[in-house]
T-cell receptor, first 114, second 109 residues
Framework: EAQVTQNPRYLITVTGKKLTVTCSQN?????MSWYRQDPGLGLRQIYY???????DKGDVPEGYKVSRKEKRNFPLILESPSPNQTSLYFC?????????????FGEGSWLTVV | EDQVTQSPEALRLQEGESSSLNCSYT??????LFWYRQDPGKGPEFLFT???AGEEKEKERLKATLTKKESFLHITAPKPEDSATYLC??????????FGKGTRLHILP
């Protein structure tokens, strides 16, 4: 089954403790991205990657890092999480950047930083 | 500044009462406009992609249209199971994607 898989789905952590949210897709997609969703603010793009070793900042990259060493994986790294990073995070992928490339989303990761 | 605005923020309809959701955009270099449906606690589910003004797409009770400055999602004779948040997003030249804040749709039986 074609899917985007995120882990963990739910996490409570403390301020300053480094964490990684993994994202994996099994569709051989070139384009992957991370979003956060907050009440009243909608979905905002954090980082995106058009291919292996190619990443770019979205609208809200501060406090986050990403890497794209393999095509299927795109982890989101919070080096020193803060309470304002408490949010619902979505990973997404699409075949490429051309017209007609549907974006598929994972089920989301609920992150709470206390 | 690139911007996507959806209206209304929330909409309550009776079952069978048709209506339209709006997505207006001010962007440079539009590559495509997407509509998604999102249920509470779930990831967005793809509905439509539109590329050029005048384009229309349909799926069951939903029909999406696009002009140079806005898109409409028309819902005909909705059912309670159509209740969800509907999200509009634009893909820009350079492949950045911007989402609107969504319209929460509630269909009353």
């Amino acid at each position: 089954e074609a899917q985007v898989t995120q882990n963990p789905r739910y996490l409570i952590t403390v301020t300053g403790k480094k964490l990684t949210v993994t994202c994996s897709q099994n569709m051989n997609h070139e384009y992957m991205s991370w979003y956060r969703q907050d009440p009243g603010l909608g979905l905002r793009q954090i980082y995106y990657s058009m291919n292996v070793e190619v990443t770019d900042k979205g609208d809200v990259p501060e406090g986050y890092k990403v890497s794209r060493k393999e095509k299927r994986n795109f982890p989101l790294i919070l080096e020193s999480p803060s309470p304002n990073q408490t949010s619902l995070y979505f990973c997404a992928s699409s075949p490429g950047t051309g017209l007609g490339n549907t974006i598929y989303f994972g089920e989301g990761s609920w992150l709470t930083v206390v | 500044e690139d911007q996507v605005t959806q209206s209304p923020e929330a909409l309550r309809l009776q079952e069978g009462e048709s209506s339209s959701l709006n997505c207006s955009y001010t962007v440079s270099g539009l590559r495509g406009l997407f509509w998604y449906r999102q249920d509470p606690g779930k990831g967005p589910e793809f509905l439509f992609t539109l590329y050029s003004a005048g384009e229309e797409k349909e799926k069951e009770r939903l029909k999406a249209t696009l002009t140079k400055k806005e898109s409409f999602l028309h819902i005909t004779a909705p059912k309670p199971e159509d209740s969800a948040t509907y999200l509009c997003a634009v893909r820009l030249v350079g492949d950045k994607i911007i989402f609107g804040k969504g319209t929460r749709l509630h269909i009353l039986p």
